[in-house]
């Protein structure tokens, strides 16, 4: 290797390794959150209400925060700001024009509320006429597989006004039996587990929100497992995931589980469950190693896991842990 080079190497090595250290992880919650949306049901049929729920992480003392439901039937690029093509007035004349009931559409503002309701109104025959490719051998411009896709926005605000966060997720409205139903996915316990060490037993803790029924140990690997199995993974028609199939198939749902920590790093940010694939165990667990006390002055940290499958299915668990140091790292 030329020589020349080597000053300019070790520069990029060492901005490389300031932004690691500069960068917190995807999953570490240090600011204001909105983690997940769940809609119940999850995929709406007609005449049906969707009630909606977020998943807010506000840090500090002060957890005021106030909130801003909306839908969009047609949302624009991300690159743009997600924003809404099609206004509610346009809508409603192009309603009443084709002969169907304006009323029947739900209003784009959905509220201030903390939970939102989204109905289910438009008519099913619309839908499917949209989704309807333009001409023979050619896609479609609206992809539903899943049913119609509509855009919920929920944008959270600090009641001082010192932060605000905008959130957006696809509900999808069933057009017929093949779109739906969807069970959102149950995620019963989150449990931690700390090795055993010298004098130190193993402990299993189930956790939840006292963190005085849990202890993990900073700078040391702490296992978290989360109790769910293959059963939330629903059978459903769709598209083909490898391509081959021209028209859907029978297949199982693939989950994902989201791992949040105030403090520390776990292994993966994201585990995947793929039915028949990959093992139920390895989508279970996630190392977790808490950070030192000089780096995160708190006793207690949150953990939440959130739990998804494919077709817009979410729920999740919170608890909040006890943190101690282990005695072989007093002093570091």
Known sequence: MNSRFLPGCALALALCAACAEDFAPYNRIESLRVLAIQAEPAIPAPGEIAVLTPLVHVPGPDGAVQYRWSWCPLPGPGSAGYPCLLDEATLRQQLAQAGLDPASLPAYDLGNDETARLAHGLPPALLAQLCAPAAPDTPPLIRCDLGFPVQVRLQVRRADGSEVVDSVRTVHLQIDERTGPNANPTLRRIYLRTAARGDQPEMVYELDDDPRSSRAFRLRSNLLVI?????????????????????????????????????????????????????????????????????????????????????????????????????DTEGR
């Open 227 to 327: 109790d769910t199995d293959e059963r939330e993974s629903e059978s459903f028609l769709g598209p083909d995931p490898a391509g081959q199939a021209t028209g859907p198939v029978m297949q199982r749902e693939r989950l994902f589980a989201s791992w949040f920590i105030e403090t520390g790093s776990t292994r993966r940010e994201v585990s995947t469950l793929i039915p028949g694939e990959s093992t139920l165990r390895a989508f279970q667990e996630n190392p977790w190693t808490p950070a030192s006390a000089r780096d995160f002055a708190p006793d207690t940290a949150r953990v939440i896991v959130v739990l998804r499958d494919s077709r817009g299915g979410v729920s999740w668990k919170t608890a909040r842990v006890g943190l101690a140091v282990a005695p």
